[in-house]
Each structure stands twice: as C-alpha cells, then as structure tokens.
C-alpha cells in the first residue's frame, strides 16, 4: 500500500516528535546526565589553541516543543571567569559574552552558517533576544545567572521537528583564561524545573574532561538517513588515552587520537542497522600518569559534508551494542 505525500509527512512528523519526545525528557541539562562531561569550556581570546580551544566561542542550540506555551530561561552555571573552576592563565583577565538568539535565521537547518563551523561564518544570525558579559565576579562563581523569560514563538520554527530553535553563543571576548560553564533549559528563572520535549545540540562540542582516570566522558551524536560514512576530528587530545565508539552495531572501534595543539581526522563507516539512532563515543583517559586539566575539542561530518549534532540528551537513548545471534539447526542423534 502507498502513501500519498501528505500523509506520510504527517506520519513521519509525528514519529520524529515522539522520538525527540522520549529523548528530551531528561534532556535540560548542557552537558547532558548521560555524557559525564564536567564542563564546557571556552577561553579568552588572547588564549594559546594548545590549551583546547580552537576557535574561542562556542555555540548550543535548544529545542523547545511547539506545543509548550509557556515562558522559560536558558540558565548558564558559573558564568564568570575566576575562582573554583575556571581555568588560571597568570591573572584573571578574561571576559566572556554570552549572547542569545531566536528568530529568522537562527535555525541551522535552514542557515548553515548559523552552525558556526567555517572560518568567516556569520554564527551570530538571528535576532539578539539577551546578552551579558561576565568577568571575574565571584557572586556568579558556582552558581547560575538567568537569561530570559522568553517565549517559545521567539525562537525559529523548525517544521520537521515542530519545535522552536533558540540559539546560545559563549564568546571569549577579552583575556585568556579558560571559563569553564554549563547550561540549563528551565521553567524557572529560581528552580531547575525541565521543559518535557525539550533538548539541546551543538555542532562542534569543547568540553573538559574529568581528572579522573575512572571516569569516562560520552558524546551523541545523531546518523540521520543517507549517511555512509563519517569523519570525525578531534583537536588537543594531548595523547590522553582512546576514543571508542559505541552504537548497537559496534562493539567498540577506536580513532586516532590528537596530540597537545594538534588536529587528527578519520573516517567511520555507517552501518544500515546504525541509520536513525544515536552514536556513542567514549573518551577513556590514560592510565598511569593523570593528564589533568584536558580541553578537547570535537566535530562530525557525512560524506556529504554536512555536520551532526551532539545532542544533550541522545536520540532514541544511549545506544547498547546488541551482539548478532547465531541460530544453529542442530541435527537429532539416530
């Protein structure tokens, strides 16, 4: 039986909201519960690459449900740049922006350059709906500072989602000092309270890894149809152990990995079972002598070029490799 076009965009609309339903629920966060990653990273201008920031911005995008009414904040957690865990480069001189977006153009599927991916790229499109710039003010160290009320029409209608997409950009304006910071998708501007639906994604993830040889870092990204391949790129590993990656076909592959200042690129091949879940990949440090303070950065593209997202909250839920069965006839004794 075939269905016309309209009622199968109905009905895959329908199942790409269910889906994205199941994966947001626990989904406020940035990083995510189920990436065990500390904190997101973004240095001061004036900062050195070899310390794990390649760009000095970094963007987030938040999804919110066109069904949700109500107002909600994009609450980022230690702003400033100073004190406990913020990264010391001499004299605390940094300053960080960050600046919120909605409205036509902030959507990366219809604004590639919203991605902020290609050198010259005009990642701040949208309309500026809130900014502040926080230096070294201990009154936001370990705590959260607000951005909003905002509604969610404010944002860019994403159609194939049915969700409004807000865009976040962290910005090392001055300085150069690591901030280390993480968001939060809130009802309230007082309380953690998550939105139902909801996630966040990025493009290119900076993150800092635990000093914790036990503790293993995960990322997720996304294997949207028509993707044979990927190339993966990581920059600043500093050699600190492997990158595995995980999905219900593969058991675990590793990828090369950077050394201190360096960027190394591979590809992996997609399998048909992989098509429209999440990926997994690992990052297990090195034993014996602890790397500490490791800044790393990472990004994806298809054969075609087109990058994925990393989503807070993994798509479809954490992939769990499911080993193939093997169902021998076994031939009766005479």
């Known amino acids: 039986m075939k269905l016309n ?6 009905i895959f609309s329908a199942y790409l909201l269910n889906v994205l339903l199941i994966a947001g629920i626990n989904g406020q966060p940035v990083p995510g519960r189920d990436e065990n990653i500390p904190f997101l990273v973004t240095f001061g201008k004036e ?5 794990g920031d ?5 963007l987030f995008f938040f999804t919110i449900p066109g069904d949700f009414k109500q107002q909600f904040y994009i609450k980022v957690f230690d702003p400033d740049t100073g004190g406990e865990n913020d990264e010391l480069q001499g004299v605390w001189n940094t300053r960080c922006l960050y600046s919120v977006y909605g409205g036509t153009g902030v959507d990366p599927d219809k604004n590639v350059e919203s991605r902020g991916l290609r050198e010259g790229d005009n990642y701040k499109s949208g309309n500026l709906l809130a900014s502040r710039a926080f230096g070294n003010e201990p009154r936001y160290d370990n705590t959260y500072y607000s951005f909003g009320p905002f509604n969610p029409t404010q944002g860019d209608f994403n159609a194939k989602w049915n969700s409004y997409i807000f865009k976040i950009v962290c910005e090392g304006i001055t300085g150069d000092d690591g901030n280390l910071y993480r968001y939060y998708l809130s009802r309230s501007a007082d309380a953690d309270l998550p939105i139902e639906g909801a996630n966040a ?6 993150f800092r890894m635990w000093n914790d040889f036990k503790s293993v870092a995960h ?12 190339k993966q790129r990581n920059f600043d590993w ?4 492997n990158i595995l990656v995980v999905s219900t076909y593969k058991q675990g592959i590793s990828v090369p990995v950077s050394g201190e200042d360096t960027y190394v690129e591979s590809r992996i091949p997609i399998e048909t079972q992989e098509i429209g879940k999440s990926l997994d990949f690992q990052f297990h440090k090195r034993q014996g002598e602890l790397v500490r303070n490791n800044n790393v950065v990472i990004s994806l593209e298809s054969q075609r070029g087109d990058a994925l997202q990393f989503f807070s909250s993994p798509i479809g839920g954490v992939p769990v490799y499911q080993p193939k069965t093997i169902i021998r006839k076994t031939i009766p004794k005479k």
């Open 238 to 241: 500093d050699d600190d152990g």
């Open 54 to 58: 390649d760009k000095f911005y970094q």
């Open 201 to 206: 994604f990025t493009y290119q993830y900076t």
């Open 219 to 230: 990322i997720y990204p996304y294997v949207d149809t028509g993707i044979v391949y990927i």
């Open 47 to 51: 900062g050195e690459t070899s310390w």
């Open 5 to 10: 076009k309209a009622l199968y965009k109905i």
